[in-house]
């Protein structure tokens, strides 16, 4: 029996999506690497723009948004070369407020405008249905912006080349999750990349780790939360178990989009930074911080926090400033006034750390100020996942044993003897425990080390591929659950 190339694609692209753990994406994205790496330097800007493009505009759902990108990239390029060329201060502040304003008004368009109406009311502004955002707007948009303004400060120079600039709004890796990639960090890489077998190594374990963390871990995790959601009275350690499945859920969800993401930008040339650090070792809110979504948090840091003032200010302006950031952060992550109080609440503990509790925390023990900051991050969490105040209320309180039936009962006792492998392997994929061990034990330069290596990400690529595979399972998780 001969099977063409059309049977072939078929059998891809049926029932397909290409989200980024789909084996459509994974057969994109190793063609669209190995097209790079054969094609001449000249022509690998032109290439990426294409692929990029051609990535954003597979979801027939998204494709008549592509004209959003294309005005944010063109509009944002021509600001730029005029800030950059332009002398007159007046002329200037004009280009950086077009490029600025327009990057706000689609986010305020596409993503906020039903919490604007639900606000104000729908005789000032109606409320849209099914109105859908382009893929990878806050990125694309918070890239686009830290660009001009970047310009304007005379940090960077302004790029002359559209297909340069465009491949760096649009690159696909770091489209859909991140992490925020400034125009400052890539911009010689965008001229000229070195490609080399040993960066393509680095970069394709880094992307199997991801993957492994997304797949074998993220993705079973949600469905524990699933299971939970759809289970009927619960007791207090069952509604405990589903905020800790939640909480190692999103980090191995949004740190291995951002491993995989990072790991494709080295096989292209491109070196981004690290977006996660074992946030869940932090011994307070401030070091959490630090290490959760680091380039979401420089992004605010520098572009809004230290422009207010920062914290060379007084006391209250320095309060005031850290509120707007804080509720700039819960906007960013969803529009909802539950994303709103989330921002907020860890914006207030922040603050108390920084004021009142500074010196009692100094004297605390290590152990003891870990524990104080996971329960926060957890019960912040609850917050996040909460459709609506009434939600975040009624599981916090269950939590703590107002209302449960039980503090633990068969339903529960059954959850954790059939999940407890998966929650002490998330649990200790939270540390650096299992990277020392694989960077000492398994990877080396020797051949035996360099073999196991290759074995191990082999087997770890052999382990997503029936969950990769699976229509319902895939179905399942790029639904809204």
């Given at each position: 029996?001969?099977?063409?190339?059309?049977?072939?694609?078929?059998?891809?692209?049926?029932?397909?999506?290409?989200?980024?753990?789909?084996?459509?994406?994974?057969?994109?994205?190793?063609?669209?690497?190995?097209?790079?790496y054969a094609l001449p330097r000249v022509l690998r800007p032109y290439f990426l723009l294409a692929a990029s493009y051609g990535f954003f505009c597979y979801d027939p759902v998204n494709r008549p948004l592509v004209w959003v990108i294309a005005a944010a990239t063109v509009l944002t390029w021509l600001c730029g070369l005029i800030i950059g060329k332009v002398r007159a201060k007046p002329v200037r502040v004009l280009a950086l407020a077009a490029s600025v304003g327009f990057g706000i008004g689609i986010l305020v368009y596409y993503k906020y405008w039903n919490l604007l109406?639900?606000?104000?009311?729908?005789?000032?502004?109606?409320?849209?249905?099914?109105?859908?955002?382009?893929?990878?707007?806050?990125?694309?948009?918070?890239?686009?912006?830290?660009?001009?303004?970047?310009?304007?400060?005379?940090?960077?120079?302004?790029?002359?080349?559209?297909?340069?600039?465009g491949a760096y709004v649009a690159l696909f890796p770091q489209l859909i999750a991140g992490p925020i990639v400034r125009y400052a960090d890539i911009a010689r890489e965008l001229e000229h990349r070195e490609h080399s077998w040993e960066n393509a190594a680095v970069g394709l374990r880094r992307f199997l780790v991801g993957l492994g963390k997304k797949v074998i871990l993220a993705d079973n995790f949600a469905l524990l939360i699933r299971l939970f959601r759809q289970s009927g009275e619960k007791s207090v350690l069952f509604y405990w178990m589903y905020a800790v499945a939640f909480t190692l859920n999103i980090y191995f969800d949004f740190s291995g989009y951002s491993d995989m993401a990072i790991g494709m930008a080295k096989l292209f040339g491109f070196d981004f930074d690290a977006n996660f650090d074992h946030p869940y070792l932090s011994a307070s809110l401030t070091e959490f911080w630090r290490r959760w979504h680091i380039s979401l948090g420089r992004w605010f840091r520098d572009y809004v926090y230290i422009p207010l003032g920062g914290s060379r200010v007084s006391t209250p302006k320095c309060i005031r400033n850290l509120l707007i950031v804080w509720i700039l952060t819960g906007l960013w992550h969803g529009a909802s006034w539950t994303f709103v109080a989330w921002g907020l609440y860890h914006g207030i503990l922040l603050l108390l750390e920084k004021y009142p509790l500074k010196g009692i925390l100094a004297k605390t023990p290590s152990p003891i100020r870990h524990i104080l900051t996971l329960l926060a991050v957890i019960v912040g969490w609850v917050l996040f996942f909460s459709p609506d105040f009434s939600s975040a209320i009624f599981y916090l309180g269950r939590m703590f044993g107002t209302g449960s039936?039980?503090?633990?009962?068969?339903?529960?006792?059954?959850?954790?003897?059939?999940?407890?492998?998966?929650?002490?392997?998330?649990?200790?994929?939270?540390?650096?425990?299992?990277?020392?061990?694989?960077?000492?034990?398994?990877?080396?330069?020797?051949?035996?080390?360099?073999?196991?290596?290759?074995?191990?990400?082999?087997?770890?690529?052999?382990?997503?591929?029936?969950?990769?595979?699976?229509?319902?399972?895939?179905?399942?998780?790029y639904a809204q659950f």
């Open positions: 029996m001969t099977i063409t190339w059309e049977q072939v694609l078929a059998f891809l692209c049926e029932d397909q999506t290409m989200a980024i753990t789909s084996l459509l994406f994974l057969a994109f994205f190793a063609a669209v690497a190995l097209i790079n109406a639900d606000t104000v009311g729908g005789s000032i502004l109606s409320h849209r249905e099914n109105l859908l955002a382009p893929l990878g707007l806050s990125y694309f948009t918070f890239a686009a912006m830290s660009y001009t303004i970047d310009v304007y400060r005379g940090s960077v120079p302004a790029q002359k080349n559209l297909i340069n600039f039936r039980a503090f633990w009962d068969s339903t529960a006792k059954y959850y954790f003897a059939a999940n407890w492998k998966l929650l002490v392997l998330g649990i200790l994929g939270c540390g650096p425990w299992i990277r020392t061990l694989y960077r000492h034990l398994v990877f080396s330069r020797r051949s035996p080390g360099l073999v196991l290596s290759a074995l191990l990400l082999i087997g770890i690529f052999l382990l997503c591929v029936p969950y990769m595979t699976n229509a319902t399972y895939q179905s399942f998780l």
